[in-house]
């Protein structure tokens, strides 16, 4: 199984900055694309950024495109997430999801985290 553990969110006002990262552990044999969602209260769950295994494809929501930064650590299976300018509608419980491998002779699978709580106060 894999583990993900996320950490750095909290409370800011309008404008701020905030850093989440989120560290995959357990029995990882390959990890391939590493990302970002969030759920609002009352909405469905969407697609904030994910980065491939080689970084080399990135994919940002529109609402999202200019403020946040997405990146990851291979030697530290981590990725993360730089949120600047942030605004009162990026209130959201933010989940980790990573697509990993965890026996060479099966493809992969989907993981979540136990998400983390971003509240933007204007």
């Known amino acids: 199984q894999v583990q993900l553990v996320e950490s750095g969110g909290g409370s800011v006002q309008d404008g701020g900055s905030l850093r989440l990262s989120c560290a995959a552990s357990?029995?990882?044999?390959?990890?391939?694309?590493m990302g970002w969602y969030r759920q609002a209260p009352g909405k469905q769950r969407e697609l904030v950024a994910t980065?491939?295994?080689?970084?080399?494809?990135?994919d940002y929501a529109d609402s999202v495109k200019g403020r946040f930064t997405v990146s990851r650590d291979n030697a530290k299976n981590t990725v993360y997430l730089q949120m600047n300018s942030l605004k009162p509608e990026d209130t959201a419980i933010y989940y980790c999801?990573?697509?990993?491998?965890?026996?060479?002779?099966?493809?992969?699978?989907?993981?979540w985290g136990q998400g983390t709580q971003v509240t933007v106060s204007s």
């Open positions: 999801n990573v697509e990993a491998r965890t026996n060479p002779l099966r493809g992969a699978s989907y993981y």
């Open positions: 357990g029995r990882i044999f390959s990890i391939n694309a």
């Open positions: 980065v491939t295994g080689g970084g080399s494809v990135i």
